[in-house]
């Protein structure tokens, strides 16, 4: 098949290049509206509580609509009470919830409100007033709309002395959105210059490093064009595209300098492009198809998680690597073609070398290798028990892992989203940013007995609750008029008798229908704290216990949303790692024909992921560091990035396993035994793979420097375990395991085994180090 697809690539690589330039093209123009297109929700879980709750506020109410914000208003001139500072603040929230673009719905708060009302809504520093605003815009029209919104007003109210902002899940996606877009941008910056300078360095040619793009451009063009269609159709999170990018950028280059080093390699010992590209498929493009393969697979398991961010990043890591490898296999043959031996040409000025010093790695330096590992296997219980005891030791501070949702907290300071939610929490108190809403629905008018009782005694079973530092709702302006039954004050003739201000209140947060009424409980702390979680399992508790037929509720919020994500997430984890486990088995078992290295090749990994997840909580919870690189401190991970790095870190660990396996394999094969075959493989491969490693921390280094907080954990705990990899792992861990195992390496029940030749054998005279 190798031979065959060298010679259909040969023949129509005209028309097959034409066809990939008009296939990026195509793809470029459909990627053009992606970031507007993606989406910053997809953390509610189908038919979760958090969801219903969302769902049930969402119409009906006299103020609430399918978007609502807070309006935060900062008089720095003013104090609250005095003339000029209920004039500039009315003002402004007359302004702003007359901007057409905000198609508000209503507000209610400091605005619409009077007298000793108002009270509630002025913060502690007697500058701060807020409004809760109703918008009739959906999720992905305020992701695009309110960033802009929000940037006018800081233009027009700065100037004044007055700090306006929107809080809101729409303008703090929004303000995610253009922050990833730049950090984004940055990365793209810093990676493409390092990669080529790496690849420079290796190559120590500049055609073979330009040629090395065509596979991560073609592979991340690709992505974002089919990604952008599906977008349009399906909600996407933004954190797909970045994760698409720092994988595509990463794999891709991977693949192309196995690959091409090959056909150098090849080229350099004197035979022709035909042959030498046949060879290149025959060898490494076998190995790079079946590591695609690997990944996909493994990343697929991912979808088995009912939760929308993680199946879209799932998908953009899909799409990207079938693409890297597509093109891997397919175009950049079809361009080595082209280039032929020119890919050996603009050599840099280097030290004198021997013949092939164009190849990355060195003869001198697989020889090194070659001693590393045997002298590793001289003693390969000491250093297996002392390489296991430190990647255990940075193992130990994963037990203190916790996870939950994005948060304000990932904004930066400067973020004028990001100071609107420090605002309301420093004035308001810090649950006051993030409250649990208990939402109790009928089938009849909550004014009906028996249930108008029990929804009447519902709100002083939740003040008492631990952590609970208010309660509001409508019973409270509902008991100044009937202290008895504070329902019956729904009554229509009642209710008009009303103050203004009362009835806005109960408008506020009973329905329209008088079938849904809304209770805000506000914590003590954060949305993912201890305490905040604690408080949430006792309002589902209370919320359960409702006894009354026809009555139900349901609780929402930001810690009810991360508390339910977290459990979506731990309920698939154990199918998916079954999956992911059987398929990278049985992959390595038809590759290798051996039961117990896929067995070994998986403790490793275990080893190697449980070392990066220490490393992370050291530098994110217990902020170990991460002033040194610019990470914010935070006490918990993003709870997408554990699972995340579980199926990467296991695809691309088992990526750099199959390349060292397969050499050691074929040494093993030849007649050497165990010990010096596996020094020869790793002579042979440990360069290149160390190459290559260089490479991909190179590109997760730097998306975890440029990016937003749950890139920056991603691409850190990536970069690490790449590093470890590449270091601990493949050259002391492995080279051990496998001394230890000895002729174990290879059993399968009912094959027998040749006894091997001389331990020394040295390799065929073709077999240059590096090759893979």
């Known amino acids: ?128 007033a807020v409004t809760m605003v109703g918008s009739a815009l959906d999720d992905g029209t305020a992701r695009r709309v309110l960033p802009d919104v929000q940037r006018d007003l800081d233009h027009r109210y700065a100037p004044e002395g007055l700090r306006v902002s929107m809080v809101s899940a729409g303008t703090f996606w929004g303000e995610i959105n253009k922050l990833s877009a730049e950090g984004l941008q940055r990365a793209e910056l810093v990676t493409f210059p390092l990669v080529l300078l ?71 010992a004197g035979r022709d492009r035909a042959t030498a590209l046949a060879i290149t498929l025959r060898t490494s493009g076998r190995t790079v198809l079946f590591s695609g393969l690997i990944v996909v697979l493994a990343m697929s398991s991912l979808f088995l998680v009912d939760l929308n961010v993680l199946r879209s990043i799932a998908l953009g890591i899909v799409l990207v690597v079938a693409f890297a490898t597509l093109a891997s296999v397919v175009v950049l043959p079809a361009v080595l073609h082209l280039v032929g031996d020119r890919i050996l040409r603009g050599r840099l000025p280097a030290r004198r070398r021997a013949a092939g010093a164009h190849r990355p790695p060195s003869t001198g330096r697989g020889d090194r290798w ?10 390969p219980v000491l250093f297996l028990t002392v390489a296991s005891a430190a990647l255990l030791a940075l193992a130990v501070p994963s037990l203190d892992l916790r996870t939950f949702t994005p948060d304000a907290r990932i904004a930066p300071t400067s973020s004028p989203v990001r100071q609107g939610f420090d605002t309301v929490r420093a004035q308001f108190g810090p649950g006051t940013a993030s409250p649990h ?64 201000d009362a009835r806005r209140t109960v408008d506020h947060y009973l329905s329209a229908d008088r079938r849904t009424m809304v209770l805000e409980v506000i914590g003590d702390d954060y949305a993912s704290s201890d305490r905040s979680r604690a408080l949430l399992d006792s309002l589902r508790a209370v919320a359960a216990g409702l006894s009354t037929p026809g009555l139900h509720a349901v609780v929402g919020g930001e810690t009810a949303e991360g508390v339910d994500a977290n459990t979506a997430i731990g309920d698939a984890l154990p199918e998916v790692v079954a999956v992911m486990l059987a398929v990278l088995y049985l992959m390595l078992l038809v590759t290798f024909r051996s039961l117990l290295l896929p067995v070994k090749a998986i403790a490793i990994n275990v080893l190697s992921l449980g070392a990066t997840y220490g490393v992370l909580v050291l530098v994110f919870q217990r902020g170990l560091g991460s002033a040194l690189f610019g990470f914010a401190r935070s006490d918990h991970l993003q709870n997408f990035v554990p699972i995340l790095l579980l199926a990467i870190l296991f695809s691309l660990s088992t990526d750099y396993e199959v390349f060292l396996l397969r050499r050691i394999r074929e040494e093993y094969d030849a007649g050497a035994d165990s010990t010096a075959a596996v020094a020869a493989g790793m002579a042979r491969t440990a360069p290149l793979i160390s190459g290559a490693a260089l490479l991909m921390v190179a590109v997760f280094g730097a998306f975890a420097l440029t990016g937003i907080m749950p890139i920056q954990q991603l691409g850190l705990g990536l970069a690490v375990a790449i590093a470890l990899d590449a270091t601990v792992i493949r050259l002391v861990v492995v080279p051990a395991a496998m001394r230890l195992m000895g002729r174990w390496n290879w059993w399968l029940p009912g094959r027998g085994q040749a006894p091997p030749v001389a331990s020394g054998r040295a390799p065929e005279p073709s077999q240059t180090p590096g090759r893979v």
């Open 1 to 128: 098949m190798p031979q065959r697809l060298n010679q259909a690539l040969h023949r129509f690589r005209g028309p097959l290049l034409v066809l990939w330039l008009v296939a990026l093209a195509a793809a470029a123009v459909a990627a053009l509206p992606l970031a507007d297109r993606l989406s910053g929700g997809g953390w509610y879980v189908p038919g979760s509580d958090s969801l219903r709750a969302v769902r049930s506020t969402q119409s009906g109410f006299a103020d609430r609509g399918a978007g609502n914000l807070t309006l935060v208003v900062t008089d720095e001139r003013n104090l609250a009470g005095s003339a000029e500072f209920d004039r500039r603040t009315s003002r402004v929230m007359r302004e702003v919830t007359g901007d057409g673009r905000l198609r508000t719905t209503g507000s209610y708060g400091w605005l619409t409100l009077s007298g000793a009302a108002r009270e509630e809504f002025v913060g502690k520093d007697h500058r701060t």
């Open 198 to 268: 790496i690849l420079l360095l290796l190559y120590r040619g500049v055609v073979a490093a330009v040629v090395s793009f065509v596979v991560p451009v073609t592979a991340i063009v690709l992505t974002f064009g089919v990604m952008s269609v599906l977008a349009a159709h399906l909600e996407l999170s933004i954190f797909a595209q970045n994760a698409a990018t720092m994988i595509g950028l990463g794999v891709g280059v991977d693949y192309s300098l196995f690959l091409i080093s090959r056909y150098a390699d090849e080229l350099t």
């Open 370 to 379: 070659g001693r590393v590992a045997r002298q590793i296997m001289r003693r």
């Open 437 to 500: 809403q208990v939402v109790v629905t009928s089938r009849s008018e909550l004014s009906v007995p028996p249930g108008a009782r029990e929804v009447a005694a519902l709100q002083e079973r939740l003040v008492r609750l631990p952590h609970v530092t208010a309660v509001r709702s409508p019973l409270d302006v509902l008991r100044a008029v009937s202290p008895g039954r504070p329902l019956a004050a729904l009554e229509p003739a009642a209710f008009a008798r009303l103050p203004a």
